[in-house]
């Protein structure tokens, strides 16, 4: 059983930076991949991006290549979304979830964080 919480969230300007972290309890979070989705009012869930249980493997959505870094640290069992360039449209509720792969259909993935809210204003 993995649990995931997440934070970082918060208001920032069109073109700041923001880090989220999802910090997971369990033991076995080393051979979960884990992946970032997001969700904006009125739309559906939307891959972010995602990585493999070692971290060598990294996989983004075309919208935030280049913009967005995703990383895990196994030993403090938590994820992170290093998210710079920031636009308005990037605004939504960002969730991380964990699951046995890296593919970007959220459904595949059994574990769920509660979200954090990002905002970007213009």
């Known amino acids: 059983q993995v649990q995931l919480v997440e934070s970082g969230g918060g208001l920032v300007q069109a073109g700041g930076s923001l880090r989220l972290s999802c910090a997971a309890s369990g033991r076995t979070f080393s051979t979960y991949a884990m992946g970032w989705f997001r969700q904006a009012p009125g739309k559906e869930r939307e891959f972010v991006a995602s990585?493999?249980?070692?971290?060598?493997?990294?996989y983004y959505a075309d919208s935030v290549k280049g913009r967005f870094t995703m990383s895990r640290d196994n030993v403090k069992n938590t994820g992170y979304l290093q998210m710079n360039s920031l636009k308005p449209e990037d605004t939504a509720v960002y969730y991380c979830?964990?699951?046995?792969?890296?593919?970007?259909?959220?459904?595949?993935?059994?574990?769920w964080g509660q979200g954090t809210q990002v905002t970007v204003s213009s």
């Open positions: 979830a964990g699951g046995p792969t890296t593919v970007s259909d959220y459904r595949a993935y059994g574990y």
């Open positions: 990585i493999s249980w070692s971290g060598g493997s990294t």
